[in-house]
């Protein structure tokens, strides 16, 4: 993926998430939870994957499904609830998993991700299958047991995983800084033996380049890795927040850091986008999510015969 595409990505998971969040004010829209503003990250690291690395996100999948080649109409579809969504509808936008994207599963469970990705791991190196497993979570699920207990296994059995934390300083409704006395995730995690790397989350180049030494460096050695990316949440923990607890004294600086506008300018000052031709991308990527939302409310719902299909692999 060149520079203007990974911008094209990110205006696509922002086109996304503006829509969803206006659709949901207007409603009747089930809530999701937001990940606007961290698009640089989860771009960034997909574009470092491989078809055969396998992924397990969190309740902020949105962003990583879209960068990873989801198809937005069948995970609105899935957000509505609808057959033609990638779980037939019954995931909504907590549980979503594409097989063929290799996305194994979104935990709702906060830090669930991190108690399944070692048995991915295991089970692949167990086939000899190549690639890694990348699970992502945030600096809550950071704080949790479940967190200490994978980082432990994976070292201890060697396992290709990438964990990437998306540490966007605010853990629902509590500042990070009241749930942790250090300022990195990667600290405990050196701890457990893991190379570590703290990225510019905002930065999507920058990020890319730190996720493709961290899959080069698990390739070649064979066990885990961290990667943290530095970023901010830039709307509520979930649709209905109404944020009043966020100072815009705190927010500012951040979305001064946007990380779109930030490639916007890069890209500008290198010659290669001028201001027509990035409006065109962003009008390109917000007709792909309202001809997405139209298939999405078109689609029909699951029949009552289907309600106990797939529920067990």
């Not at 992924?55 to 109409?73: E, K, M, V, W």
């Not at 530095?230 to 990380?259: C, F, K, M, N, V």
Request: glycine letters at 10%.
């Amino acid at each position: 993926m060149n520079a203007v595409e990974l911008l094209e990505r990110m205006l696509l998971i922002r086109a996304y998430e503006e829509r969803l969040a206006a659709l949901q004010k207007q409603g009747p829209a089930p809530m999701s939870c937001s990940s606007q503003g961290q698009e640089a990250s989860a771009v960034g690291v997909m574009a470092a994957l491989r078809a055969q690395d396998r992924i397990l996100t969190n309740h902020r999948s949105a962003g990583h499904l879209l960068a990873r080649g989801a198809d937005p109409g069948r995970i609105l579809a899935e957000v509505l609830g609808k057959a033609a969504g990638y779980c037939q509808g019954k995931s909504g936008s907590l549980h979503i998993s594409v097989k063929e994207l290799g996305v194994v599963l979104t935990s709702t469970i906060v830090g669930g991700e991190l108690s399944m990705a070692p048995g991915v791991a295991l089970a692949m190196q167990m086939r000899r299958e190549p690639g890694v497993v990348t699970c992502l979570f945030g600096d809550g699920a950071a704080c949790e047991g479940i967190f200490h207990e994978s980082l432990n296994l994976a070292t201890v059995w060697r396992l290709p995983i990438l964990y990437v934390c998306e540490n966007n300083q605010w853990q629902a409704f509590v500042r990070r800084q009241e749930a942790m006395r250090t300022e990195h995730v990667s600290d405990w995690a050196k701890g457990y033996g893991l190379p570590t790397r703290v990225v510019d989350g905002n930065d999507v180049g920058a990020v890319l380049d730190a996720a493709q030494a961290a899959v080069a460096h698990i390739e070649s050695d064979g066990g885990p890795y961290l990667l943290e990316t530095w970023t901010y949440r830039q709307r509520g923990h979930y649709s209905g927040d109404t944020e009043a607890h966020i100072s815009a004294e705190e927010r500012a600086p951040w979305l001064a850091r946007d990380p779109i506008e930030r490639q916007r300018q890069r890209l500008a000052h290198e010659g290669v986008l001028d201001a027509a031709a990035f409006e065109a991308l962003a009008a390109r990527a917000r007709g792909r999510i309202e001809g997405a939302l139209a298939f999405a409310q078109e689609a029909p719902y699951p029949l009552p015969d289907q309600l106990l299909t797939d529920v067990y692999a």
